[in-house]
């Protein structure tokens, strides 16, 4: 087995795997990890190439478009140590193009495949889950805590959505917010967080809201429990109905 | 009465609708508009009940001139009424829109004076809805039986999914338990609204600007367990609206007991089994390549309670297993207890790559617990139990059989009026 290290960067990860296929050796004998700077590390330090990055990116893209998605929703789950499974899906990605996602029999896919797909799953449950409150000076604020890092999807989701507002969405984990002023969407990390004033109204509202989601439920028809497998007790902090 | 004293009365009467689909039509918002919608439509919350909760359902007025018996909103009920101005619920819309609580509205109301000029104000709210605030998100549109057709139109231009309610499987039970309501008056905007989906979809391929006719779909909803009718009646009824009114859904709503009356039968408890069973031959009917004949039958005419209604037609049909994983097409795939649609296309995917041992079915997530009895693996079996149905129902029932119910409770239908 020859070991390959890499910087852990998504760049870095593309232009290493760029790297090791080209040197057309069998993927299944190679591993791939993060480089730690230990003393007593082995294996063969790849530096990112940023423009073999971007030449094996556009090259998946056109053989293999579905893995770039893949790719996409595995780097936002932010998993360490699964490189070589992402080595070797890469390169049966290249050999068969799209239609390798449907190899969930490999390990390798499989895995990769899991993990995308939860992130995946996220992302789509927070369009629906996501509240914003509406601040003093009429621009609304949403915060979450999110497992995967999907602020940058999610943001555009709401870029085509709520067009006319000015909003942010923060991160509180991660420190990292989105902020949609005057039609155009900026990320940027933040170091200190005070909540802004909520607008007048913002109570009134959220009273409506409360109310509304108490009463749409059926009585005879009770079921806490289908209710939190649907919607984790994770995401109730910033949920408004669930609030006081 | 203020607005938020109304909207407690009128979502507590709305929330025996059981739609609340956000889902079916892809619309992109612009940069003077609030709103879009999303092909796959999204879940905002999770009501204590479990149901999902994405529209902001909610009904117009609920002062009825009608008495059905199953109602709560009936005319005779002594039960508190409210009406909404139009601007109320155009402001909750865009306020909750706003907040991403909701994906949009689904309006509904009680007959007020007269089915037209009920469909008349609630065509207005949406309306407004749709040019003054320019909001592009989903709106699912009541239609009210017995208004004319040019208003069914116009609902149909303005919402993404319409729906008259069927309410119950049988025109004698429409008679008898909604006796203001018409069979016609019913059926007939049902296939009004089939046949302009269909023009309006025939148009805009010729003619790409045409208006859109409720580019969601038509859906329909019947109470269950109100009335007498099988299940083998309410299947042969979907399937009927599916094939020949084009229906994207129907919906299924175990009766929940609000009035007294003794056209009603008595219940302990809503009939949330039958409702869910109902669900999965729905599913078998829209997916599976299954028809109503095949799940039931008039010497059989109700569903299984302690399994679920492919389990069933399995154990009915030893002839037809095992199933061979690696050479049986799409369709036979489907009917295997275990393996579903998404399973099924799986199994078909990986094939392409190399043969499927049972570590990759288990891969794939196909529920082995009850596959296990109804395949084969490159010709080798699972369980080397000889298939003898009764033999496989025990296992199934006792064994880790996955959803089953253990032990059905006797049914109780009491049915008062009937025996009267």
Known sequence: MDRYLYDGTSEGLLSAVAHILAGERDVERVTLGERENTLFEEGVYLATNTAAAEEFFSRLQMQASEAVYTFYYFTMAE??????????YLALAMQHGS???????????????????????ELHRMKGLLRFEKLQDGAYLARMEPDNNIIHPLALHFSKRLRAEDWFIYDVRRRIAARWHRGSLTLGSIEQFTAPALSEEEKAVQALWKTFFGTIAIPERRNPRLQKSSMPMKYWKYLTEKQG | METLAKLQVLSGAARYDASCASSGCRREGNPYSTGN???????????????????????????????????????????????FEAREVVDLTM??????YIEGLFLSSAVMKSPDQTMERMISVVETLRTEERFRGYIHLKIIPGCGPELVRKAGLH????????????HESLKRLAPQKEKFSILEPMSLIGKEITESLVERRSRGKAPKFAPAGQSTQMIVGASPESDFQILRLSEGLYRKMNLKRVYYSAFVPVNHDNRLPVLAAPPLLREHRLYQADWLLRFYGFTAAEILSDDM???DESFDPKTAWALRHPEFYPVEINRADY????????????????IIAARRFSVITPEGLRKIGVVMKRAKYFITCSGRPFEKTERSPLLLRNRLLLGDGGDVVPSAPPKQLVLPGLLA
């Open chain 1, 79 to 88: 998993k360490d140590g699964m490189e070589t499974s992402m080595l070797r």
């Open chain 1, 99 to 121: 239609k390798v996602n449907g190899y969930l029999t490999n390990p390798s896919v499989k895995e990769i495949v899991t993990v995308s797909r939860k992130a995946g799953r």
């Open chain 2, 37 to 83: 919608t999303s092909q796959s439509g999204i879940c905002h919350s999770w009501s204590d009940d479990g149901r999902c909760i994405s529209l902001l359902k909610i009904l117009l007025s609920n002062d009825c001139i009608y008495d059905c018996a199953y109602c709560v909103n009936r005319s005779s009920n002594p039960v508190e009424r409210a009406s």
């Open chain 2, 95 to 100: 306020e909750f829109y706003r907040r991403n």
């Open chain 2, 159 to 170: 919402a993404d999914r319409i729906s008259v309610n069927i309410e119950l499987p049988s």
């Open chain 2, 301 to 303: 005419p109700n569903l």
């Open chain 2, 331 to 346: 369709a036979t795939l489907l009917r295997v207890p275990g393996i579903g649609v998404t399973s099924a296309r799986r």
